[in-house]
């Protein structure tokens, strides 16, 4: 599995732990990787990290939310931005401008160009404003 494929898959599994209350990491996990695809080390940190550090990545991101909250944003773009920051403040060999792209590129296949303008602005604030708290 290649970043961009566990990327994809992470905010895949992301999106189903934030509809279904009732449903394990592990089963999120099994639900969405075929049967060709195995989970590898950056999934793997990827949802569970993005899953340690929610409170904090809310934190930042709700900071850069003009006139809404978190809870307002959808499943789908909420598990991108969430997961791109993570992405970007703990995993120290990938560029942040790659994250970004890449989150960017996640928005607009799921919601279109305006979604991915609204990633851009709002992860590339998020970041920010986490680089000034620590």
């Known amino acids: 599995m290649n970043r961009r494929v566990a990327r994809l898959r992470a905010v895949q599994v992301l999106y189903q732990l934030s509809l279904v209350s009732t449903l394990?990491?592990?089963q999120a996990i099994e639900s969405t990787l075929t049967e060709e695809e195995e989970s590898n080390e950056f999934f793997l940190d990827l949802v569970k990290g993005t899953l340690t550090y929610k409170e904090q990545l809310d934190h930042f991101i709700s900071q850069n939310?003009?006139?809404?909250?978190?809870?307002?944003?959808?499943?789908?773009?909420?598990?991108?931005?969430?997961?791109?920051?993570?992405e970007m403040l703990y995993?120290?060999?990938?560029?942040?401008?790659?994250?970004?792209?890449?989150a960017i590129e996640l928005a607009k296949a799921f919601g279109?160009?305006?979604?991915?303008?609204?990633?851009?602005?709002?992860?590339?604030?998020?970041?920010?404003?986490a680089l000034k708290d620590r």
């Open 24 to 26: 394990t990491v592990d």
């Open 91 to 102: 995993i120290d060999d990938i560029e942040k401008n790659i994250s970004l792209n890449e």
């Open 112 to 129: 279109g160009q305006e979604s991915g303008r609204f990633m851009n602005g709002v992860l590339s604030g998020a970041y920010e404003t």
């Open 65 to 86: 939310l003009k006139g809404y909250t978190i809870d307002r944003l959808g499943h789908v773009d909420r598990s991108i931005v969430r997961m791109a920051l993570y």
